[in-house]
Nanobody, 125 residues
Framework: QVQLVESGGGLVQAGDSLRLSCAASGRTFSTYTMGWFRQAPGKEREFAAAITWSFGSTVYADSVKGRFTISRDKAKNTVYLQMNSLKPEDTAVYYC??????????????????WGQGTQVTVSS
């Protein structure tokens, strides 16, 4: 079955960087979009970034644009989220997701079929 396993979270200070990884297995993802979402305590899960597996096209939420970079390594079946200039408001559980995302609606959680278990990112001020 499909598995998405996130890693790389942790506790950092404001201004620091972190790189999250998502190891994907269980199927071919060539027609899929891979996304990163995050959920802070008491808030809804929100979109951060997405990348098409085949062409590597990327989309970012305004809140992370210019600070976060999503990428994928086809040989390793792994998606990354490089997070720079972290802010306390970036504190959340970060989830990796995979889906066919019809219509290019990347920010909708319902368009993703598979989810990882999440990794905690905490940014102190």
């Amino acid at each position: 079955q499909v598995q998405l396993v996130e890693s790389g979270g942790g506790l950092v200070q404001a201004g620091d960087s972190l790189r999250l990884s998502c190891a994907a297995s269980g199927r071919t993802f060539s027609t899929y979009t891979m996304g990163w979402f995050r959920q802070a305590p008491g808030k809804e899960r929100e979109f951060a970034a997405a990348i098409t597996w085949s062409f590597g096209s990327t989309v970012y939420a305004d809140s992370v644009k210019g600070r976060f970079t999503i990428s994928r390594d086809k040989a390793k079946n792994t998606v990354y989220l490089q997070m720079n200039s972290l802010k306390p408001e970036d504190t959340a559980v970060y989830y990796c997701a995979a889906g066919t995302v019809p219509g290019g609606r990347y920010s909708y959680t319902a368009n993703y079929n598979y989810w990882g278990q999440g990794t905690q990112v905490t940014v102190s001020s």
